[in-house]
Nanobody, 124 residues
Framework: QVQLVESGGGLVQAGGSLRLSCAAS????????MAWFRQAPGKEREFVAA????????TYADSVKGRFTISRDRTLNTVYLQMNSLKPEDTAVYYC?????????????????WGQGTQVTVSS
């Protein structure tokens, strides 16, 4: 059973930085995609960034491009989201997700496993 556990959320001022971590367990993720999504109150869950586990291929939402960086440490089975130049509109619960489908996926429906989420709050 795949388990994803996020950590690293918190309260930060606008312009600040946070790094989220997602510890993955339960299987070998060789060809899987790992991603971060976020959901603000009253809004739908939206894609933030994704990475292939076995090759350094990434993709980002336009709203975070140039500010956020997704990476993974295969020895630690951990995915990271480095968030810089944070804005109040980045405030949301951030979720880690895993997909066993081929290709780099950006849709919520293409991810089978989800973490419990971690709150990120950016004050102005």
């Amino acid at each position: 059973q795949v388990q994803l556990v996020e950590s690293g959320g918190g309260l930060v001022q606008a312009g600040g930085s946070l790094r989220l971590s997602c510890a993955a367990s339960g299987r070998t993720f060789s060809s899987w995609s790992m991603a971060w999504f976020r959901q603000a109150p009253g809004k739908e869950r939206e894609f933030v960034a994704a990475i292939r586990w076995n090759i350094p291929m990434t993709t980002y939402a336009d709203s975070v491009k140039g500010r956020f960086t997704i990476s993974r440490d295969r020895t630690l089975n951990t995915v990271y989201l480095q968030m810089n130049s944070l804005k109040p509109e980045d405030t949301a619960v951030y979720y880690c997700a895993a997909s066993g489908r081929t290709g780099l996926r950006v849709e919520v429906s293409q991810y089978d496993y989800w973490g419990q989420g971690t709150q990120v709050t950016v004050s102005s």
